[in-house]
């Protein structure tokens, strides 16, 4: 179900904000909307403030998403070789 633009309708704050913004841009309302609606589709920001990596992660699926010890840091065999080239390189 499509919303008809003509029907949507802004509380005084966002109508505020809007204003706001157009004083801070030097830019028509008109324009500020014209560049919204260009912007690509972004993922949804989360706050910063009380969130940590993991919840981020999690959000995003990413906890649990690979196989492996569970904390490499722990175990110092874990870090065997990193940094050297594997095989044959091209300036071998």
Do not use: C, W, Y
């Not at 324009?31 to 910063?48: F, G, I, M, N």
């Not at 940590?52 to 649990?64: C, I, Q, R």
């Not at 940094?83 to 071998?92: E, F, L, S, Y």
């Amino acid at each position: 179900m499509a919303t008809d633009p003509n029907d949507i309708q802004l509380t005084e704050e966002q109508r505020q904000l809007l204003v706001q913004r157009a004083e801070e841009t030097g830019k028509p309302v008109s324009e500020l909307l014209d560049d919204l609606l260009a912007q690509p589709k972004r993922p949804r920001r989360v706050p910063r403030e009380g969130v940590s990596m993991l919840d981020v992660m999690a959000a995003h699926g990413l906890v649990g998403a690979m196989e492996g010890p569970g904390d490499l840091s722990t175990n110092p065999k874990h870090m065997e070789g990193f940094g050297k080239p594997r095989g044959r390189t091209d300036t071998d």
